[in-house]
């Protein structure tokens, strides 16, 4: 059992905000990515190299990647985030608004399937 694991709250994702879940899904991304690249480099590097990969353009392109590879539920959290009154917040820009799809397809996965995630984000990201 992992740190994550004592501190994930057991909710249903139904009852949690696009918001929330996006706000989820950006930090453990987010973490996700430094882990990914962390392979004794200098804190430079791994900011540069998380950098390039947590934005809303590459997050764009990553939902992209994946979506052929959802089920119908997963598919309705992207539909979600990309719907959102928060993902309008740049206008109607498409790139934000499928990151922010992304984003609440990460927050979801992280708290009702972890296993089904890491499959996902390996399988993006290699």
């Known amino acids: 059992m992992d740190i994550f694991?004592?501190?994930?709250?057991?909710?249903?994702?139904?009852?949690?905000?696009?918001?929330?879940?996006?706000?989820?899904?950006?930090?453990?991304?987010?973490?996700?990515?430094?882990?990914h690249y962390f392979k004794k480099t200098?804190?430079?590097k791994l900011h540069k190299n998380t950098q390039s990969v947590v934005n809303r353009n590459y997050q764009s392109i990553l939902l992209d990647k994946i979506l052929p590879h959802l089920s119908d539920e997963e598919f309705s959290y992207v539909k979600r985030g990309i719907n959102s009154k928060g993902a309008g917040k740049y206008g109607n820009d498409p790139a934000y608004r499928k990151s922010t799809g992304f984003e609440v397809l990460i927050g979801f996965l992280y708290l009702k399937d972890e296993e089904r995630l890491y499959k996902l984000l390996s399988e993006v990201l290699e």
């Open 42 to 44: 200098s804190v430079k």
């Open 5 to 35: 694991s004592r501190i994930k709250p057991n909710v249903n994702t139904n009852e949690l905000s696009t918001d929330t879940l996006a706000y989820i899904g950006d930090a453990v991304f987010n973490l996700y990515v430094k882990l």
